[in-house]
């Protein structure tokens, strides 16, 4: 791996973390987008698989193969420093010497030696790897097993996005009325249950958030403590940095039968098929909105960090294992904050937004139109969706 490419990527990935679920603009466009010319190329160039995800495979393969993991007891002997390092070379020419990818904090006890802990990350990344070289096309098995992963499908779900727009509105009882309540990103509910609820089913995370946890809470707290809405939740995360892989072994390490760590990794399928879609309605936005050929989207988005949100993942998660979708505080309007729960106030474009809210409006008004889940072949049908305001 060059080394040149790994700082923009935690970069990009921290700053990702910052923005997530973060809602800017308008959900529901005011009018329906208009039809654009070309759409099978849309659809082929959205096709090209590697998007968001290409750099994520190198990093994965290089751990797999070259990773290094070592503990030293550190001051005082109340907790050790990790250190997961892989071997760079500055210049073709230039020996290679370690850098450090990941340092986290890990209690004395607990975790197996740093030889087993390193055979297990790369029994995780070799998974990781074999899922990504074998991911099909068949939708209806994706969606299928998502309902397996979940252990059943449920009547209604709701997905909560994590917009200010919430804050006001009252939806707490409607919101929890649902099956199936998923959050995003850990977004706090104390305080905010009258407009978002209080019941959740499912914590759905990127693994930012799961490193997040282990960095601060791998000594304090069982199970890296990454549980805000109970310990028994189960989270639903997808990789968004291998790393992370490792990050979820100490968490798992730490667990207690009264701090478990139900954790379900999201499947290479669903990361391929989300990826599809968010680049064709990035794509397709990009060229009604410029006028330029779709050959020239790159000259907006870098196709190495491209990148669906979270959210993105979570919706598509529900219309799998759910018979209706209700989706809350995704979109924006003039004056409301940008998250219900923070004071953050800018976002990156790592994610391109408006192009997913163009899907989910799709989702809601025109479920046919929408790309990769719609071929007849694919015997997959969209359920019922509705965005509230
Ligand atoms: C592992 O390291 C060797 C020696 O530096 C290098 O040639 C190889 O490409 C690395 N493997 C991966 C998958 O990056
Ligand atoms: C956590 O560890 C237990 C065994 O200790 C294992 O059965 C389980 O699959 C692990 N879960 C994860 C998410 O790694
Ligand atoms: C496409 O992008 C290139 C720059 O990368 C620019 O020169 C060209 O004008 C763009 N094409 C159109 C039709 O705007």
Same mark, same amino acid.
């Given at each position: 791996?060059?080394?040149?490419?790994?700082?923009?990527?935690?970069?990009?990935? #921290?700053?990702?973390?910052?923005?997530?679920?973060?809602?800017?603009?308008? #959900?529901?466009?005011?009018?329906?987008?208009?039809?654009?010319?070309?759409?099978?190329?849309?659809?082929?160039?959205?096709?090209?698989?590697?998007?968001?995800?290409?750099?994520?495979?190198?990093?994965?393969?290089?751990?797999?193969?070259?990773?290094?993991?070592?503990?030293?007891?550190? #001051?005082?002997?109340?907790?050790?420093?990790?250190?997961?390092?892989?071997?760079?070379?500055?210049?073709?020419?230039?020996?290679?010497?370690?850098?450090?990818?990941?340092? #986290?904090?890990?209690?004395?006890?607990?975790?197996?030696?740093?030889?087993?802990?390193?055979?297990?990350?790369?029994?995780?990344?070799?998974?990781?790897?074999?899922?990504?070289?074998?991911?099909?096309?068949?939708?209806?098995?994706? &969606?299928?097993?998502?309902?397996?992963?979940?252990?059943?499908?449920?009547?209604?779900?709701?997905?909560?996005?994590?917009?200010?727009?919430?804050?006001?509105?009252?939806?707490?009882?409607?919101?929890?009325?649902?099956?199936?309540?998923?959050?995003?990103?850990?977004?706090?509910?104390?305080?905010?249950?009258?407009?978002?609820?209080?019941?959740?089913?499912?914590?759905?995370?990127?693994?930012?958030?799961?490193?997040?946890?282990?960095?601060?809470?791998?000594?304090? %707290?069982?199970?890296?403590?990454?549980?805000?809405?109970?310990?028994?939740?189960?989270?639903?995360?997808?990789?968004?940095?291998?790393?992370?892989?490792?990050?979820?072994?100490?968490?798992?390490?730490?667990?207690?039968?009264?701090?478990?760590?139900?954790?379900?990794?999201?499947?290479?399928?669903?990361?391929?098929?989300?990826?599809?879609?968010?680049?064709?309605?990035?794509?397709?936005?990009?060229?009604?909105?410029?006028?330029?050929? %779709?050959?020239?989207?790159?000259?907006?988005?870098?196709?190495?960090?491209?990148?669906?949100?979270?959210? &993105?993942?979570?919706?598509?998660?529900?219309?799998?294992?759910?018979?209706?979708?209700?989706?809350?505080?995704?979109?924006?309007?003039?004056?409301?904050?940008?998250?219900?729960?923070?004071?953050?106030?800018?976002?990156?474009?790592?994610?391109?937004?408006?192009?997913?809210?163009?899907?989910?409006?799709?989702?809601?008004?025109?479920?046919?139109?929408?790309?990769?889940?719609?071929?007849?072949?694919?015997?997959?049908?969209?359920?019922?969706?509705?965005?509230?305001?």
């Amino acid at each position: 791996m060059k080394r040149r490419h790994l700082p923009p990527v935690l970069l990009v990935l #921290l700053l990702s973390l910052l923005s997530l679920s973060f809602r800017r603009r308008l #959900l529901i466009p005011q009018s329906p987008p208009r039809p654009v010319a070309g759409d099978p190329l849309l659809r082929r160039l959205a096709a090209t698989d590697g998007v968001g995800s290409g750099q994520i495979l190198v990093e994965a393969a290089a751990l797999f193969s070259n990773a290094s993991i070592s503990t030293f007891p550190s #001051l005082g002997n109340h907790h050790r420093l990790l250190y997961l390092r892989l071997p760079y070379s500055a210049s073709p020419r230039a020996p290679p010497r370690p850098r450090t990818v990941l340092r #986290l904090r890990v209690p004395n006890e607990a975790l197996p030696s740093d030889g087993s802990l390193l055979a297990s990350f790369r029994a995780s990344l070799g998974s990781f790897l074999v899922a990504h070289r074998r991911r099909t096309r068949n939708v209806a098995g994706v &969606m299928g097993d998502l309902a397996g992963l979940l252990g059943r499908r449920f009547p209604t779900c709701a997905v909560v996005g994590n917009s200010g727009v919430l804050l006001g509105s009252g939806r707490g009882p409607q919101i929890d009325a649902h099956d199936l309540v998923i959050r995003l990103n850990n977004a706090r509910v104390a305080g905010f249950a009258a407009d978002v609820g209080a019941k959740t089913s499912l914590s759905f995370v990127n693994s930012n958030i799961l490193h997040i946890c282990a960095a601060r809470n791998a000594v304090t %707290a069982a199970a890296c403590g990454c549980h805000p809405y109970g310990p028994t939740v189960p989270m639903a995360m997808y990789v968004c940095q291998p790393a992370h892989l490792l990050d979820a072994l100490i968490c798992n390490a730490t667990a207690t039968p009264s701090s478990p760590f139900p954790l379900l990794v999201t499947d290479a399928r669903l990361d391929a098929l989300c990826a599809r879609i968010a680049k064709y309605y990035s794509l397709r936005r990009f060229v009604s909105t410029t006028g330029e050929p %779709a050959s020239n989207w790159t000259r907006k988005h870098d196709e190495r960090y491209f990148h669906y949100s979270s959210g &993105m993942q979570a919706v598509v998660m529900a219309l799998g294992v759910c018979d209706e979708v209700s989706l809350f505080g995704f979109g924006k309007t003039p004056g409301a904050k940008h998250h219900y729960h923070t004071n953050q106030k800018k976002e990156l474009d790592l994610h391109d937004y408006e192009a997913e809210y163009e899907f989910y409006g799709d989702l809601q008004a025109r479920p046919e139109a929408v790309p990769f889940l719609d071929e007849p072949q694919q015997g997959f049908t969209v359920p019922p969706v509705r965005l509230h305001r």
